[in-house]
Every structure is written in structure tokens, then in C-alpha cells.
């Protein structure tokens, strides 16, 4: 723990530099926003005499005692120096990527509040935890009390700033009226750990490929933590900015780094149970590309709500919304008449359908449920093999095939596979399991994967979501491996691992789908084909075959 405490300490005195050579600046020459804006800040007092610290957009000559609808967003990436760790040479409120603009154009107050033991709030962090769930408490409720605002508040963000959002969700604050959430943590476990087996996360801006393994993540999320504050910033800002408590950070690195997903604090963690049943309008966003949080038990919450006016989109973008990179022009409408319905009590329409749905060809569609209610689960024996379980150097013996006939008419995959598998190996050992889209071309793109442990002689793999038309004439290919490199950690075993049988299950379409939503091929799509595409050989497609009985999709919906 020494060591890691000095990496903290040599950030610190890295970003204390850049700060001794920032020009102050006061809150008139903040940063633009492409719009006019008042900004003051505010200390909030939590429960627990922790101190939040705010700040506050407001349009612009709009008096102090005008109400006005409020939009949150709670985060501990909001610090005045530095957005996650992008310096802010400028200063002012931190608001990139939160479209602010449009909502201080559109009469809203925008707040953000920062997390516990980020920017200029008091604590500890405790990765959503209790503390940080009583945050969003707090800051809803203080938000909706004050003059200027008309008592409804909406939450609004991307990835941690999501995950506080479906946590004002399940602490059910006076004043919350809906939440927009996009690429959300809903379950900090999964989005470590898939199994007990490490993701890795990407390498950006260098590459998307996965190359830190989750167990760093609370070592960077501590690192953001200690960002200070400015030369321009109060007393009260700079001094909680500058506290490095190393006694709060050492239980939450250890208990960050345990993959057992059972423990007492993961299960705390999880939302999932906290907002089955939820009615507060919720727009909820995820990228089936998603190279950050991973489309998988984003699922589990969705189909667990309660009745609401809830909406949906889900397709191939990464770890974003769909402001911009999706070629589509509808969502910015659709975002901003759901807060104006719910927050601000507007008499408009909420444009859409429940679910848009961006499928790989890209196209786009609407859907009702999401897996739609016609995707059968299409089981599928795969060819029994064997593989070594020594990761790292690719060759034929860390993997399988298995693969079907070219398809005689199109098919759509929706949903979540899963296979199943008895094996024997040592139980230290992963097997992993990716999906493939075949061309006529020997180019395979991979569709969706999973990984597991060996517990026993079995292994349960669910693999993640996608929507995935796969043209006829293309084959459907399964490769059963010990681990993705660039995609999960895992300590080889160096040991033989046989697989005796695999039952794979496929949600397919039953019914074909007329695209009828307006929109192109996303950033995302090109970028996935272009990283995920690999060339197979004609001797694995001619003795790696099986049989796939797959729908006979004929009418409509």
C-alpha cells in the first residue's frame, strides 16, 4: 500500500505543476458553452456532515428568485482543474459532454454536484455506495428546495454520471421526476468483473482494445480523487480538493479488487434489485459497442421496471450518447421533450417509440420490449474439442470451432446468448466463448462474447447483447477459447482443458423486421468491423460444421 500511495503522490505533484503554470480566471471568463450563462457555486451539507460542493448555470439574465426546472448531474469527474484527466487551463464549471446548452437554452437551471472526495466535496469516495447514494439524496432534494428552482429536478449523465442517476432512482429523493441515463454502471461487479474474471478496459486515445485490467480501476478512481483545486478557487474548494485521507482509500481498493461477486460489498452495490419495480420515468441509453460498460446486465434493470413512461434506445455506439456519431436526428428531440414533459410539465408529446433500436446493418427500427417478445431461444449443439489454457501467443491449440452451413435465408440475432458447458480442466481455468458473422468473403466479424471460470466439470457462459441481422448465404460461427486477450485478464493455467459437450442458445427473430425509424450506419459500427473482423480458413469452415436448426422467418410482426 506504501507504493501505491506514493503513485498517488507523484500525480499529485505532476498536476501541481500544471496548476503552477495555469492563469487564474474568475466565473465571468469561464469557459463557452455556445450560450450565455450565470454561474455560482454552493456547499451542500449531507447528512453526515460531509460537505458537497455545486455549481450552479443559470440562463442568462434570468433573476435569482425566477423558478425555473432544474436538470443534476452528480459526478466525481467534475473537478474545476481537470475533466477526468483532461486539464481545464481555462477554469470555470466543467461541462463537457453534458449538453448544457441545450438545457440552459431550453429555460433550465443545470446543477452539477460533485461526489464525495472529488473537485470540491468533502469524504471519501465509496464507489456507490451508501455515501454516495445519500449524495444523490442530498443534492436532489437541495436542488428542488431552493427559490430558484420550481421543486422538479431531472438527472442527466454518461457512465458514472448514469450510475448516479439510476441512484437518485432508487433513493427515490423528494423532487426527482425523471432520470436520463446512458451507458450506466448498474451493477459496479459486472462492470469489473465478468465471472470473477477481470474485463480489461481500453487504452484510448491510443487504442479502443482493452489493456488495464479492472483490478486498476479503483487506483484511477483515486487518482481523479486527488485532482486539486485552482488558484481561483475558494478556501473551502481547494482545501477538501487537496485531502489525500489514505486511511478511507485502503478498504475501498481492497474491496474494489475482490472478485467474488457475492461479497457484502458488491451486493450493496447492485441496483438492480433497488429499482425493480421503478415508476419514475426513466431514458435509458446503451451501446451494444460498448467498449466501457458492456451491454449485459443493463437488461436485467430495463426488464425489471415498473410501469412509467419509460424510454429506451439501445445499438452501436460506444461509450457515448447519440448527440452525434449515430447518424440519426432524432435523439436531442427525444431527450429534450422527455425532460420537458416530466420536469418542466410542458404540455408537449414525447416523440418516438418506447425502444429505438439500432441494429448492425445500420438500420433502425422500433421495438416494444427489448429482447423483442418473438426471439426465440434457438438451441444448437456445438462440436465437443479441446484447447491449452496459456493465453498471451494465438495458435490452433487455444481453440474451436464450430460453425453452421451458409444460412438459406436472413436471420436476426436479438438478445443474449448463452452456452453451456461440461468440461474438465483445472478450476483455474476460463473458457471463453465468441459468436461470429461468417461472409462468403472468409471474413468473420465477431458479433458478441462471454467468458466464465471452471467451476466443477461445468462452465455457464452468458454472452453479451446484441442485434445482429445475419444476411443468407453468410455462416454463423462459434470459437470456444481460453480468454480474449485484449478483452479479459486471466493468469493462464497452463493445463489442457476439454470440452465434452456445448449447448449454445440463440435469441433469433421469429418474425422479420421493416426497419422504420430514420438513421445511417453509426461511427461505431465502422469502428467494430474494422478491429473485430479476422479471416477464417476454408479447412476450420469444411470440418467444423453442426447443425443449426434456425427460425423460418416468414410474415411480419
Known sequence: MVSERNVLLRVLCGLLLLLAVATPVSAAAAPPLGVPFQWKQAFIDAPDGTRLHADILRPDGVADDVRTPVILTVSPYR????????????????????????????????????LRGFGGSSGCPDFGGPGERSDVTTAVEWAASQPWSTGKVGMFGVSYEAWTGLMGLAGKPKGLAAVASFEPVVDPYSYLYMQGVSWKFSGKPITENGVRPADFAGMEHLLIASTPGRPDDSPEYQ????????????????????HDGNSPFWRDRDLIP??????????????????????????????????????????????????????TPNFDTELLAFFDKHVAGRDVQVPGPRITVGQFDGRWRAETAWPPADAARMPVELRPGGYTDRGLLPGPDREFWSVSEPLAQDQQLSGLPSVSLHVSGPTNATVAVELYDIGPD????????????????????????????????????????????????????????????????????????????????????????????????????????????????????
Open 79 to 114: 473537478a474545476h482543474l481537470a475533466y477526468l484527466s483532461e486539464p481545464r487551463l481555462a477554469g470555470g464549471p466543467s461541462t463537457d459532454n453534458l449538453q448544457a446548452d441545450m438545457f440552459l437554452r431550453a429555460g433550465y437551471t443545470y446543477v452539477i454536484v460533485d
Open 239 to 258: 482545501a477538501d480538493a487537496a485531502q489525500l485521507p489514505w486511511q478511507c482509500y485502503q478498504r475501498y481498493l481492497a474491496d474494489m479488487t475482490n
Open 274 to 327: 433497488r429499482l425493480r419495480g421503478n415508476t419514475i420515468p426513466l431514458f435509458l441509453g446503451q451501446g451494444f459497442v460498448d467498449y466501457n460498460t458492456r451491454p449485459y446486465r443493463v437488461f436485467d434493470l430495463w426488464n425489471g421496471l415498473g410501469p412509467g413512461e419509460h424510454k429506451a434506445w439501445f445499438g452501436q455506439w460506444g461509450h457515448r450518447t447519440c448527440h452525434d456519431k449515430c447518424d
Open 442 to 557: 472468409q471474413l468473420a466479424t465477431v458479433i458478441t462474447r462471454g467468458i466464465a471460470p471452471i467451476t466443477g466439470d461445468t462452465a455457464e457462459v452468458r454472452l453479451l447483447a446484441q442485434d445482429w441481422p445475419i444476411p443468407a448465404g453468410h455462416r454463423i460461427g462459434v470459437r470456444i477459447t481460453d480468454v480474449v486477450d485484449d478483452v479479459w485478464s486471466h493468469s493462464p493455467a497452463f493445463a489442457p482443458v476439454t470440452v465434452t459437450e456445448a449447448h449454445l442458445e440463440l435469441p433469433m427473430l421469429t418474425a422479420p423486421r421493416t426497419p422504420d425509424l430514420p438513421g445511417g450506419v453509426t461511427e461505431g459500427i465502422v469502428k467494430w468491423r474494422n478491429e473485430k473482423t479476422i479471416p477464417v480458413s476454408p479447412g476450420m469452415l469444411n470440418n467444423a460444421v453442426v447443425s443449426m436448426n434456425l427460425p423460418n422467418r416468414t410474415g411480419d410482426r
